[in-house]
């Protein structure tokens, strides 16, 4: 298994930046991608930014496309969520997750963090 810890949300006004981070531990040679997701109240979780875990790849959704950016550090067993000019619907509790192959569902999940932007 893998180990998760978010970290790096909090309260910002709109239009301004956070950095969130996802610390793996455990059997981190078993991760294939990490992703970030995230779930406001009363709504689905849904997909930010996904990354390859021994490549590059990135995936977006249109909803962050060109205000966040999200990278890695193997070294560290980390990886990292920029995020810019945010707004008020960006509000949500932030999670990372691990799947193990391109089969698999994202089945380890840290516990998330909480970010919120005010208007």
């Known amino acids: 298994q893998v180990q998760l810890v978010e970290s790096g949300g909090g309260l910002v006004q709109a239009g301004g930046s956070l950095r969130l981070s996802c610390a793996a531990s455990?059997?981190?040679?078993?991760?294939?991608?990490v992703g970030w997701f995230r779930q406001a109240p009363g709504k689905e979780r849904e997909s930010v930014a996904t990354?390859?875990?021994?490549?590059?790849?990135?995936y977006y959704a249109d909803s962050v496309k060109g205000r966040f950016t999200i990278s890695k550090d193997n070294a560290k067993n980390t990886v990292y969520l920029q995020m810019n000019s945010l707004k008020p619907e960006d509000t949500a509790v932030y999670y990372c997750?691990?799947?193990?192959?391109?089969?698999?569902?994202?089945?380890?999940w840290g516990q998330g963090t909480q970010v919120t932007v005010s208007s």
């Open positions: 990354i390859s875990w021994r490549g590059d790849n990135t």
């Open positions: 997750a691990v799947k193990k192959t391109v089969y698999s569902d994202y089945d380890n």
């Open positions: 455990g059997r981190t040679f078993i991760m294939y991608r």
